[in-house]
């Protein structure tokens, strides 16, 4: 019985290294070494890299100049109770309607954080990456309904990849919303949903000053409820 309801860790980040996928426009991630043991007593890496890059969440301001930069924003938006909606098997390009969240949308509680699992990581560093399912304006006006303002996904971007409109980006961070992008390792996340067992996520980003958003180490603490 002890070993069942001992809590379990999932890291949902990818990893940050040179040449790594970023968004298309986007800077480019290099990383290399600045210090050295050998020559300096110390080892230190430099960074250069987007403030979009890797796992990261956005901010409301990332979409409009009018609206929260991400140290505007109160740290509960960044971790909370989760709920998946889980949409692996949809095809290239295939649309998340609010029919599709339904299932999810009867679990969501204003402060949940709502995971969208499309299995799309397994194409993280792959053009086919770039061809992920998506979140319509519509189901982002569900999530916002339900009080939601946290959403994550396994894929570039919970808007199609190529149009710079961005509806869904707008409904979720128009509504003081964030979004956590390149998400990876939901499936576990679904999975342990579906087991019974209750999930945190925690997904908070580097104190950026001013940003549209900025890089996390996302994590899952999962619980097994006892039997």
Same mark, same amino acid.
């Given at each position: 019985?002890?070993?069942?309801?001992? &809590?379990?860790?999932?890291?949902?980040?990818?990893?940050?290294?040179? /040449?790594? @996928?970023?968004?298309?426009?986007?800077? *480019?991630?290099?990383?290399?070494?600045?210090?050295?043991?050998?020559?300096?007593?110390?080892?230190?890496?430099?960074?250069?890299?987007?403030?979009?890059?890797?796992?990261?969440?956005?901010?409301?301001?990332?979409?409009? &100049?009018?609206?929260? #930069?991400?140290?505007?924003?109160?740290? *509960? =938006?960044? !971790?909370?109770?989760?709920?998946?909606?889980?949409? +692996?098997?949809?095809? !290239?390009?295939?649309?998340?309607?609010?029919?599709?969240?339904?299932?999810?949308?009867?679990?969501?509680? @204003?402060?949940?954080?709502?995971?969208?699992?499309?299995?799309? $990581?397994?194409?993280? /560093?792959? *053009?086919?990456?770039?061809?992920?399912?998506?979140?319509?304006? *519509?189901?982002?006006?569900?999530?916002?309904?339900?009080?939601?303002?946290?959403?994550?996904?396994?894929?570039?971007?919970?808007? @199609?990849?190529?149009?710079?409109?961005?509806? $869904?980006? =707008?409904?979720?961070?128009?509504?003081?919303?964030?979004?956590? &992008?390149?998400?990876?390792?939901? /499936?576990?996340?679904?999975?342990?949903?579906?087991?019974?067992?209750?999930?945190?996520?925690?997904?908070?980003?580097? =104190?950026?000053?001013?940003?549209?958003?900025?890089?996390? +180490?996302?994590?899952?603490?999962? #619980?097994?409820?006892?039997?």
């Amino acid at each position: 019985m002890e070993n069942s309801l001992m &809590e379990s860790w999932l890291d949902l980040s990818v990893p940050v290294v040179t /040449g790594m @996928p970023v968004y298309p426009g986007d800077p *480019e991630v290099e990383v290399s070494r600045a210090l050295r043991v050998a020559e300096h007593g110390v080892n230190v890496l430099r960074l250069h890299m987007g403030s979009q890059s890797g796992t990261h969440v956005d901010a409301p301001y990332h979409v409009d &100049e009018a609206w929260p #930069t991400l140290d505007d924003l109160p740290l *509960e =938006r960044f !971790a909370g109770s989760a709920v998946v909606a889980d949409v +692996r098997g949809l095809p !290239a390009r295939a649309p998340i309607t609010p029919d599709l969240l339904s299932p999810a949308l009867g679990l969501l509680r @204003p402060g949940s954080i709502l995971l969208l699992a499309t299995g799309w $990581s397994r194409y993280w /560093g792959t *053009e086919d990456y770039l061809a992920h399912p998506w979140l319509t304006p *519509e189901a982002a006006q569900a999530v916002v309904a339900a009080g939601v303002l946290t959403v994550g996904i396994d894929a570039l971007s919970v808007d @199609p990849t190529g149009p710079v409109d961005l509806p $869904s980006h =707008r409904v979720l961070c128009g509504a003081g919303g964030v979004i956590a &992008e390149n998400l990876t390792g939901l /499936g576990g996340v679904a999975d342990a949903q579906a087991a019974g067992c209750s999930t945190e996520v925690f997904l908070f980003p580097l =104190r950026l000053a001013g940003a549209d958003g900025g890089p996390v +180490r996302a994590t899952a603490r999962i #619980t097994p409820h006892a039997r």
